[in-house]
């Protein structure tokens, strides 16, 4: 017989955010985790750790990849908000390399459309960019949901308004206008 219900750990309402704990008052009246740091006043601000190449490659088409710039976008946005240090920056790397590839098929989408003709038939059949952009999609709104979730139950001071996603979709709207 199957399982029944959300997987281990994924039920359940999802927590509320600490920056809403905060200003409602801890209505629950638990103690609410906030990530502090002993010595905090003596932190001075730290660089970005720097993009691996590998973000920034020359791709086939003689273009550099954009997952650095991404990546750096990311980076700044998580660390005017105090949460730079508690993200991975291999999440951050997958992240903005997922992004990247995600425009870059979109662009492929753009420049050679939605079919292509296949190899033995000749046939007419879906542009494997298609596929490989609504992967890169997913995956890049799993990583951004994963980012963004670490930010909202750790960040007290406000995280709403322009995000990094919105960066990259409008990445994606003019790399669809050619330009």
């Not at 292509?116 to 952009?133: D, E």
């Amino acid at each position: 017989m199957g399982r029944r219900g959300p997987a281990a750990g994924q039920g359940g309402r999802p927590p509320k955010p600490l920056a809403e704990k905060v200003l409602e008052g801890n209505l629950g009246k638990r103690k609410l985790t906030v990530v502090e740091f002993p010595g905090a006043s003596d932190f001075h601000g730290v660089n970005m750790p720097p993009p691996r190449e590998m973000l920034s490659a020359v791709q086939k088409d003689g273009k550099p990849l954009i997952a650095s710039e991404i990546y750096e976008r990311t980076w700044s946005w998580l660390n005017e908000r105090g949460c730079a240090s508690i993200v991975s920056p291999q999440v951050l790397e997958r992240y903005a390399m997922s992004a990247a590839r995600w425009i870059q098929c979109e662009a492929a989408i753009t420049e050679y459309g939605f079919l292509a003709k296949h190899p033995t038939t000749g046939n007419a059949i879906q542009s494997p960019y298609v596929a490989m952009s609504q992967n890169y999609m997913a995956q890049t709104n799993r990583l951004w949901y994963e980012i963004f979730q670490i930010v909202k139950e750790n960040c007290a001071a406000d995280y709403t308004g322009a995000n990094p996603q919105d960066d990259v979709m409008e990445r994606l709207l003019t790399a669809r206008r050619g330009k």
